[in-house]
Nanobody, 127 residues
């Protein structure tokens, strides 16, 4: 089972992108009431948690994206979004969405806590 991530692309520094992640229609249990998150991985680095959102709509953000990125979810559409503003070259990475049965932030920081992943969508920011 894979989540479907989309919305990546190439933008110049200061630009914006909106990523979308959708759970397969037949796998509603994948999405609700669990937590969803966006991770990212730049070449040669470990996968980094960008932002999770719980079934209670509680959110957290990596320090590097606070004030620039916003994660939201729409349970009726089985979709989670990542609005990314004021992008910089340091945001260049493959972005992955994931679903976890946990709502505890300390667990959501660990990739192994996520049961389902999207295929990744590439974001490239040029200076």
């Amino acid at each position: 089972v894979q989540l479907q991530a989309s919305g990546g692309g190439a933008v110049q520094a200061g630009g914006s992108l909106r990523l979308t992640c959708t759970a397969p229609r037949t796998i509603f249990s994948v999405f609700a009431p669990k937590s969803m998150a966006w991770y990212r991985q730049a070449p040669g680095t470990q996968r980094e948690l960008v932002a999770p959102i719980t079934s209670n709509f509680e959110t957290n953000y990596a320090d590097s994206v606070k004030g620039r990125f916003t994660i939201t979810r729409n349970n009726s559409r089985k979709t989670v979004y990542l609005q990314m503003n004021d992008l910089g070259p340091e945001d260049t990475a493959v972005y992955y969405c994931a679903s976890s049965p946990s709502i505890i932030y300390s667990q959501l920081r660990v990739p192994s806590s996520y049961y389902y992943w999207g295929q990744g969508t590439l974001v490239t920011v040029s200076s």
